[in-house]
């Protein structure tokens, strides 16, 4: 096509947006915004609507996909909220752009899709070495745990990301359909190593669950197709073996947990050293390393210590936004001291620095280990079910965002709030139930599944599923390696977020779900 004397080759065009789209996923917003409109822009101008119009009716599994963003206009009937509607309406319709313009495209060739899928994972490293560069204080960029360091969205969606990454460039290095010089393997193995390790290091629960979960699915179907008896056995041996490792270290990880101080509560010291009184709260069972945080606690004498070496007020908040003075005592739980002025004396200079940070567990100070984050997990699970308030903690908060979806769905079964009430739904409901998070934490669901639920009811929700899983069956796609990977990379993702209600995760999904269903020859 030519416009002003300048021909476009609307084909170029097309996979040069599609390579953008993939680079600009992991990076930034803004450049994924501008990578969308090149696609859209080529599509219009490319013309020929009619031979669009035709592989549109011949290939319906693409109408049908696209009923995931249909049903948010349908739903419109059932709102009140038109202006928060509208807002959802226009993120999901990244819902809309990808399958009907990939759709409808010609179709690309393997070689094709491994180009877009490199330029993908080089955008995606660049992404996890700025982090890494922040994690080790190379970047200057404020930080308060781990999640911050992933500068350009959500800790959870880049691991989904990296999950894409490890998995695409594994197929490339091992599919026989793909050509390869003899520098690629080595170099996409060091890749997936320094992806792998990084996933380690953002700590993400569900990035490494996603992470594991395929594999031993991939590996476990790989092992079951090889027909040499020994590589069979060594695959699924090795698997078994790791299964079990990870099983025993998270037993390990909740018994130590639970194995807890012996203290007879008749013969409880009554005096600290100096002749103050200590609190002892035998009905608080708090646990801190298998010490209880509330016996032999004089708050007095913390006060005055505290204040003799931190600027920090005792009565104020540690950097965190915690009470400092509850960060200190479990601190000194954790190390095993009595919360009095010879406890307080054991502590060194970082241990004081610590506290000033939010950290209430010294175990917390090995960022790179495994354990404390299950130690963390497990230590939320174990305090909301001593009643505690669920607010700041990750894991019992999405519990209580769970359990008010659970009461909003039990109110709206057969059509849901409307597509554009979610958030009012959420607000009344956690006022109903007298929940105990602050305002400012009464969030959504973090679960697709019940969102798609509680908006659209029982009928919208099974409607939505049939959009998303009949393609799949239609196009026999369970030998699909890069599809079949993505789905359940992105169905996991589904029960721990809301995964499509944001720009980067609709894109995400929209994109690969029609680059690896719709767009591959």
Not at 29 to 55: H, P, Q, Y
Not at 65 to 86: D, E, P, R
Not at 153 to 165: D, E, F, G, Q
Not at 344 to 365: C, H, P, Q, T, V
């Amino acid at each position: 096509m030519r416009i002003f004397n300048i021909t476009f080759n609307h084909i170029k065009l097309y996979y040069l947006g599609l390579i953008l789209t993939a680079i600009c996923l992991p990076l930034s917003k803004f450049a994924l915004s501008v990578s969308m409109i090149v696609l859209l822009s080529n599509w219009i101008l490319e013309l020929d609507f009619k031979r669009k119009w035709e592989e549109i009716k011949k290939n319906h599994s693409i109408l049908i996909f696209t009923g995931i963003f249909f049903v948010h206009i349908l739903w419109l009937i059932n709102t009140s909220n038109f202006k928060y509607a509208f807002h959802d309406i226009g993120n999901k319709a990244i819902l809309l752009l990808f399958p009907i313009i990939i759709g409808t495209s010609r179709k690309l060739t393997t070689q094709q899709v491994k180009t877009i899928l490199i330029w993908f994972s080089l955008a995606v490293i660049a992404s996890t070495v700025i982090s890494a560069f922040i994690l080790f204080g190379i970047i200057n960029y404020p930080i308060q745990n781990i999640r911050d360091i992933s500068a350009f969205m959500s800790h959870i969606r880049l691991s989904l990301l990296i999950n894409i990454a490890i998995f695409s460039l594994a197929y490339i290095i091992f599919s026989k359909d793909i050509k390869k010089t003899q520098y690629e393997i080595p170099a996409y193995s060091v890749i997936i190593i320094w992806l792998i390790i990084f996933l380690y290091l953002l700590k993400s629960f569900t990035g490494i669950i996603i992470f594991f979960t395929c594999l031993f699915l991939v590996v476990g179907i790989i092992s079951f197709k090889i027909k040499e008896i020994v590589p069979k056995l060594f695959l699924q041996v090795a698997l078994v073996t790791v299964f079990l490792l990870i099983a025993s270290f998270i037993t390990h990880s909740i018994s130590k947990y639970f194995t807890v101080e012996k203290i007879d509560v008749h013969n409880l010291e009554k005096l600290t050293q100096n002749g103050n009184q200590y609190k002892h709260s035998l009905n608080e069972q708090q646990i801190e390393n298998g010490n209880y945080v509330w016996f032999y606690v004089c708050q007095d004498e913390l006060k005055n210590e505290w204040e003799k070496v931190s600027s920090v007020p005792y009565e104020g908040l540690d950097n965190k936004g915690q009470e400092l003075r509850f960060t200190l005592i479990r601190y000194l739980t954790s190390k095993g001291f009595r919360k009095d002025s010879v406890g307080f004396s054991k502590l060194l200079s970082k241990d004081i620095r610590n506290i000033e940070d939010g950290m209430a567990n010294y175990i917390f100070e090995n960022k790179y280990a495994i354990y404390p984050k299950i130690y963390d997990a497990i230590w939320q699970i174990d305090v909301y079910r001593k009643g505690s308030n669920p607010s700041g903690n990750s894991i019992t908060s999405r519990v209580e965002f769970a359990k008010t979806a659970l009461s909003i769905i039990k109110q709206n079964f057969w059509f849901g709030v409307g597509t554009g009430d979610v958030q009012d739904s959420f607000n009344v409901q956690y006022e109903t139930n007298k929940s105990q998070l602050p305002y400012k934490n009464r969030l959504r669901a973090h679960n697709q599944y019940l969102t798609f639920f509680l908006t659209f009811g029982i009928f919208g929700f099974i409607f939505l599923l049939f959009s998303m899983f009949y393609p799949v069956f239609k196009y026999k796609a369970f030998d699909n390696y890069l599809f079949i990977v993505f789905f359940l990379i992105a169905l996991l993702s589904f029960l721990n977020e809301d995964t499509l209600e944001t720009q980067i995760g609709v894109t995400f999904f929209s994109y690969f779900y029609s680059l690896f269903l719709f767009g591959r020859k």
